[in-house]
């Protein structure tokens, strides 16, 4: 397994933007399809942007697409969650995780981070 660290989540205004971060561990970062996820309470997890290593193009929910942008740094083992425009109801914790194939399916991701909080106050 690989060893997923967040960081970056706060409390931001309505409109307002954060950038997520998220340190992977081992030595082939940039063969990893790399997905963000984001769970509110009393829902399920759900499925937010995919970064495919093999040059396919990002994949994004429909519900944040225009807004954030998956990115990733090859050589620091990281991947990026830029949130711009932010709206309440984005408010949830967001995970970061890897799969071994092109998925943006949950049961896809086999390593998962600890996670870390979004607010946004209206």
């Known amino acids: 397994q690989v060893q997923l660290v967040e960081s970056g989540g706060g409390l931001v205004q309505a409109g307002g933007s954060l950038r997520l971060s998220c340190v992977a561990s081992?030595?082939?970062?940039?063969?990893?399809?790399m997905g963000w996820f984001r769970q509110a309470p009393g829902k399920e997890r759900e499925f937010v942007a995919a970064?495919?290593?093999?040059?396919?193009?990002?994949r994004y929910a429909d519900s944040v697409r225009g807004r954030f942008t998956i990115s990733r740094d090859n050589a620091k083992n990281t991947v990026y969650l830029q949130m711009n425009s932010l709206k309440p109801e984005d408010t949830a914790v967001y995970y970061c995780?890897?799969?071994?194939?092109?998925?943006?399916?949950?049961?896809?991701?086999?390593?998962w981070g600890q996670g870390t909080q979004v607010t946004v106050s209206s």
């Open positions: 081992g030595r082939t970062f940039r063969t990893y399809v």
């Open positions: 970064s495919f290593w093999n040059g396919g193009s990002p």
């Open positions: 995780a890897r799969s071994r194939g092109n998925s943006i399916l949950r049961e896809a991701y086999d390593s």
